[in-house]
């Protein structure tokens, strides 16, 4: 039994693990698990948060890198690439390639977990030089995948189909395969004939939630909120699909002036025509809208100008409800947030959580594309009925301890490692 438990080292690989983004937040979450398990975890990518004395960063392989961006520019939206453009992915996929054994070597690596690298083509030299060490090396490996390429229209248009099919993801037959939702598993299932282990998001429900303390005190204070106002949280980036105008739109229909929307995140890299657009909507809706992503990072610190700058989850212990009116996610991390800070939330029926969570049976007020006088009655009873609140914020809770703890993801990565080792 002993050689069943061994403790194996375990390398995870992407573009990017450093701050709140959902990859780099999931893959954390499994780092700690196979921690719990006694195995040691290593970290290989582009741009890392992680302990230098288990980094391998190689600035190459991220994303945003500037080759990989010259890339990407004459890549994307049209049907044929340069010989140019053929021989600088295949150089770039080399060179990262023999990162990756330099990686594996420097800590001595027994599994890879490659973190959405062969899933979404982000970076198409990279998935090029993963798949070819795998084949070369044989190395035992697991496929983490967040979102694939089909699932985007920007990458409906390309020039590097060949890559697609060789990269994202491979047929390798040593490599297990897990997905977050359904569809996914599916889709992976029909497009590339690959089965995968359905692995949802997790939080950790054994744990209880953070609440108020003396660095977060005074957050309504410091985004400009009054004692007695309604705090209505997005917690989200400021991006089309998170369908910001129906948060909007149920501010509007409650007609409360305590009421504040608070959006949590920026616009990023898509600019800025939408938020724009929010803030002329609330604005003719009369609808108070608070943007303070300069008060919210990945970590609490002090400002360049002595100001504090909170946490998202610094924010929801102050929250009274919380809107995620998404068009589409991949899962829906904020949805399993509100349920562990035991919130109320009203929540749009994006694909995924029609046909994955709410079959859970979680009880939330719900819009399906457009917010209606009902939808906006039910919130304000959640506002105005503490009774009712509780009993719909625990049911929500003890469903997601259930179906979405730690003790999920535990099963679920032991049997992974199992499948591809023949060991626990």
């Known amino acids: 039994m002993a050689e069943m438990r061994a403790a194996r080292r375990i390398g995870f690989v992407s573009t990017r693990f450093a701050g709140t983004d959902g990859v780099s937040q999931e893959s954390q979450k499994w780092a700690?698990?196979?921690?719990?398990?006694?195995?040691?975890?290593?970290?290989?990518?582009g741009l890392l948060d992680r302990p230098e004395k288990i980094s391998h960063c190689v600035p190459e392989a991220h994303f945003q890198h500037a080759e990989n961006l010259w890339i990407e520019a004459r890549i994307w939206g049209r049907r044929e690439r340069t010989p140019l453009v053929s021989r600088?992915?295949?150089?770039?996929?080399?060179?990262?390639?023999?990162?990756?054994?330099?990686?594996?070597?420097?800590?001595?690596?027994?599994?890879?977990?490659?973190q959405n690298a062969l899933s979404i083509p982000m970076h198409i030299p990279l998935g090029v030089?993963?798949?070819?060490?795998?084949?070369e090396t044989n190395t035992h490996a697991i496929a983490h995948h967040h979102d694939f390429s089909w699932e985007r229209t920007r990458f409906s248009v390309n020039a590097v189909s060949d890559y697609l099919s060789f990269a994202f993801p491979p047929r390798n037959p040593q490599l297990q395969h897990a997905v977050i939702n359904l569809a996914a598993q599916e889709e992976l299932s029909w497009r590339m004939g690959v089965t995968s282990l359905l692995v949802p998001n997790v939080l950790d429900f054994g744990t209880p939630a953070p609440g108020i303390d003396d660095y977060n005190r005074d957050v309504r204070e410091a985004i400009g909120l009054e004692e007695d106002?309604?705090?209505?949280?997005?917690?989200?980036?400021?991006?089309?699909?998170?369908?910001?105008?129906?948060?909007?739109?149920?501010?509007?229909?409650?007609?409360?002036?305590?009421?504040?929307?608070?959006?949590?995140?920026?616009?990023?890299?898509?600019?800025?025509?939408?938020?724009?657009?929010?803030?002329?909507?609330?604005?003719?809706?009369?609808?108070?809208?608070?943007?303070?992503?300069a008060?919210?990072?990945?970590?609490?610190?002090?400002?360049?100008?002595?100001?504090?700058?909170?946490?998202?989850?610094?924010?929801?212990?102050?929250?009274?409800?919380?809107?995620?009116?998404?068009?589409?996610?991949?899962?829906g991390n904020a949805f399993l947030e509100a349920v562990y800070f035991r919130l109320p939330i009203m929540i749009n029926r994006y694909s995924i959580f029609a046909r994955?969570?709410?079959?859970?049976?979680?009880?939330?007020?719900?819009?399906?594309?457009?917010?209606?006088?009902?939808?906006?009655?039910?919130?304000?009873r959640l506002l105005d009925d503490d009774e009712y609140r509780e009993k719909m914020t625990s049911r929500n809770y003890n469903i997601a301890s259930h179906f979405y703890s730690f003790d999920v993801l535990r099963r679920s990565v032991r049997t992974l490692i199992t499948n591809i080792t023949g060991l626990e």
Do not use: C
């Open 32 to 45: 700690d698990v196979l921690e719990d398990f006694g195995h040691s975890t290593y970290w290989y990518a």
């Open 88 to 114: 600088r992915i295949r150089d770039m996929a080399y060179y990262l390639k023999s990162t990756l054994y330099d990686f594996v070597d420097r800590f001595d690596i027994d599994i890879l977990v490659v």
């Open 129 to 135: 030089g993963i798949t070819e060490f795998l084949a």
């Open 229 to 293: 106002d309604i705090m209505m949280l997005q917690p989200t980036r400021v991006v089309p699909r998170k369908g910001i105008e129906h948060s909007i739109k149920l501010v509007e229909l409650l007609d409360n002036p305590r009421i504040k929307l608070v959006v949590t995140h920026e616009s990023g890299d898509e600019g800025m025509d939408y938020r724009q657009m929010l803030a002329e909507l609330a604005r003719e809706s009369n609808v108070d809208i608070r943007f303070v992503e």
């Open 295 to 331: 008060k919210v990072g990945e970590e609490r610190h002090i400002g360049p100008q002595g100001e504090k700058v909170y946490r998202l989850w610094d924010l929801y212990p102050h929250a009274d409800f919380v809107t995620y009116p998404s068009l589409y996610e991949g899962f």
């Open 356 to 380: 994955d969570i709410e079959p859970k049976g979680f009880k939330v007020p719900t819009m399906s594309n457009f917010v209606t006088r009902g939808v906006a009655n039910e919130v304000q």
